[in-house]
C-alpha cells in the first residue's frame, strides 16, 4: 500500500497532512448544510442509526443479558459511562469527516511513521474483532428455536448450517441497491423502530416496578436488593464484563466506520468525496482517494455550524439515547424472565430468552421473541460484514495506486472481491468455536482498540486540522479519559486469562 507525496519542489516544508506518505488534501469550499425540519430530520441523520443499530445485537441483546442475568443490574453503569463516552468518540470521529471528507483511517494513516504501517494496524484488528461471524452463528440458535420450538443441542450440525445459510444471505444483500450506505440506513431505521417498539411494549407488560428501579439505580452503580453501591462483582468472570464494557453502543471498530458511512452519506466535505455503490442497481461513483480543506473563513464556519448540528442530532439525539435504551429494556426483559444467577451463554442467548418467555406466555409470543432475536442479530451480521469489508476497501483505496487503477479505477471492484473473500473465510470460523465464545474474543479486540483509536484520534484532530476546527479541551480529556477507562477493564479482561 504505497503512496506517493505530491510537494512543490520549492515548497519549504511538508504540509502535516502529507508527512506519512499521502498527498495533501486539495483546496475546496466547505458545501452547505441542509436545513431540515419536522420530520426532515429523518433524511438528513443515518450514520448514527446504522451504528445503533449494530449495537442493538452485539452489547445490548447479547452480552448484556448474559452478565446482568448472571451478576444483576448494577453493572448497567458501565453502559451509561460506556454510551457517553463512545457518543463523544463517534462526533469526534464525524468532525475529521466533515472537515476533510475522508474517513477516519485516512486520517489515521496521514501520521507518522507511515500510512503503510497504520494501515495494516487498523487492517488486523478489523479482522481480529469482526473476522469471525458470531452475530450469524448465534442468529442461528434463535432460527432454529422457530423451526423446532426447542433450544438446539450443543454442536448440532443443523444449526452450523443455519448459521451459514445467515451469513450469506447478508453478503448477497449487499449486492443489490443504488449506495450501500443507503441500503443499510433504511434496514435499520426498520430494525430501530420495531425493536425499540417491540422491547417497549414487552417491558410494559412483563416487567415489575421494583424492576424498573432497580435498572434505574444500576446505571449508577447502585444495587437495589441490598441497597449498596455495586460497581464490580465479587469473582466475577471479568472476560465476560470486558466484553460488555466495549461492546456496550457499538464497539471499537464498529464505531470506526461509521466516518465511512458519513462520508458516503454526503456529510461536509463527504459530498465532494464519493461513495460506494452497489454492485447492482448502482452506478459507477468515482471516489477520492484523499480528501480536502477548506479555508476557515467566516462563511465556511457558518456552514460548518450547520454541519455540527447535524452531527449532533445524529449522535446524542439517535445514538445516545437509542443505546441506552436499547440495554436498559433488554436488561429488564431478561431477568424478569430467567432466574438471576443463570448462565444461558452455551444456550443461544436470544434462544435462552425465548424458551423461558413460553414456558410462561405460551409459544405465540415464544415465537415473536425469537424472530425479534433473528431479527437482531442478522441486522448486525450485516452492519458488521459491510463495516468490515467497507474500511478496508478504503484503506487500501487510499494507500495504493495500483489498487485505485485496477479493473478502471471501480471501487467496486475492490470491495466485492474482499467481500466474496470473507465470505468464504466465514463459512470455516463458523466451525471454529461457540458463538459467544467468537463474540467475546471480537469484543475484547474492541476494548484495545479503544484505547488506541481514542488517542490516535486526538492527535488527528488537534495536530492536523486547522485550529479553528479542533476540539474543545472538555472534548480532548474525554479522549483521555476513555483510553484509560477502557484499558482497565482490557487489564481486567487478560488478568483473568492468566
Not at 40 to 60: H, N, R
Not at 172 to 185: N, S
Not at 252 to 266: E, F, H, M
Request: proline share 5%.
Amino acid at each position: 500500500m504505497a503512496a506517493t507525496t505530491i510537494v512543490d519542489e520549492g515548497a519549504a516544508a511538508v504540509s502535516p497532512e502529507a508527512q506519512s506518505g499521502l498527498d495533501p488534501w486539495t483546496r475546496a469550499e466547505l458545501p452547505e448544510p441542509p436545513n431540515p425540519r419536522g420530520l426532515g430530520w429523518f433524511s438528513v441523520v443515518g450514520p448514527g442509526v446504522i451504528v445503533l443499530g449494530a449495537s442493538i445485537g452485539s452489547g445490548e441483546f447479547l452480552l448484556g443479558p448474559a452478565v446482568f442475568v448472571r451478576y444483576g443490574l448494577s453493572l448497567l453503569w458501565v453502559t451509561a459511562v460506556a454510551v457517553f463516552l463512545q457518543a463523544v468518540f463517534n462526533t469526534e470521529l464525524m468532525r475529521y469527516t466533515i472537515a476533510t471528507g475522508e474517513p477516519i483511517y485516512t486520517g489515521f494513516m496521514r501520521t507518522r511513521p507511515s500510512s503503510t504501517l497504520w494501515g495494516w494496524f487498523y487492517v488486523i484488528l478489523h479482522l481480529l474483532q469482526l473476522g469471525w461471524p458470531a452475530f450469524a452463528a448465534t442468529a442461528s440458535y434463535a432460527i432454529y428455536f422457530l423451526a423446532a420450538r426447542r433450544l438446539a443441542e450443543p454442536n448440532d450440525p443443523m444449526v452450523y448450517l443455519i448459521g451459514v445459510g445467515t451469513f450469506l444471505a447478508c453478503v448477497a444483500i449487499l449486492l443489490v441497491g443504488r449506495r450501500i450506505e443507503r441500503t443499510l440506513e433504511l434496514l435499520n431505521w426498520l430494525l430501530v423502530v420495531c425493536i425499540l417498539g417491540g422491547f417497549v411494549v414487552l417491558a410494559a407488560i412483563f416487567v415489575r416496578g421494583e424492576t424498573w428501579v432497580a435498572a434505574a439505580a444500576g446505571l449508577f452503580g447502585f444495587d437495589w436488593t441490598s441497597r449498596e453501591l455495586a460497581l464490580l462483582p465479587a469473582g466475577a468472570d471479568y472476560f465476560l464484563l470486558g466484553a460488555l464494557v466495549a461492546y456496550s453502543g457499538a464497539g471499537g471498530v464498529g464505531n470506526i466506520q461509521l466516518s465511512n458511512w458519513a462520508r458516503d452519506k454526503g456529510y461536509g466535505m463527504g459530498t465532494r468525496a464519493g461513495y460506494i455503490a452497489s454492485a447492482v442497481g448502482g452506478d459507477a461513483v468515482q471516489l477520492a482517494p484523499t480528501g480536502f480543506m477548506f479555508p476557515p473563513d467566516a462563511e465556511n464556519q457558518r456552514r460548518w455550524r450547520g454541519w455540527w448540528r447535524i452531527v449532533r442530532a445524529d449522535q446524542w439525539g439517535i445514538f445516545f439515547v437509542g443505546a441506552i435504551l436499547g440495554m436498559v429494556l433488554p436488561a429488564v426483559i431478561y431477568v424478569t424472565f430467567l432466574p438471576q444467577g443463570s448462565d444461558i451463554r452455551g444456550m443461544g442467548i436470544s434462544a435462552a430468552l425465548a424458551s423461558a418467555v413460553g414456558t410462561r406466555s405460551g409459544p405465540l409470543l415464544a415465537g415473536a421473541i425469537a424472530f425479534l432475536g433473528a431479527w437482531i442479530l442478522f441486522k448486525t451480521q450485516l452492519d458488521n460484514v459491510d463495516g468490515m469489508v467497507r474500511a478496508i476497501t478504503d484503506v487500501l483505496w487510499t494507500g495504493s495506486r495500483r489498487v485505485r487503477a485496477w479493473r478502471g479505477g471501480d471501487v467496486r471492484a475492490v470491495y466485492y472481491t474482499l467481500l466474496v473473500t470473507l465470505a468464504l473465510w466465514g463459512v470455516v470460523a463458523l466451525r471454529l468455536a461457540q458463538p459467544i465464545v467468537l463474540l467475546q474474543i471480537g469484543a475484547n479486540i474492541a476494548g484495545v482498540v479503544f484505547v488506541v483509536a481514542s488517542l490516535h484520534l486526538l492527535y488527528v484532530n488537534t495536530r492536523l486540522l486547522p485550529r479553528e476546527l479542533r476540539p474543545p479541551m472538555w472534548r480532548r480529556v474525554t479522549l483521555v479519559a476513555m483510553a484509560i477507562f477502557y484499558g482497565f477493564f482490557v487489564v481486567l479482561s487478560a488478568s483473568s486469562l492468566s
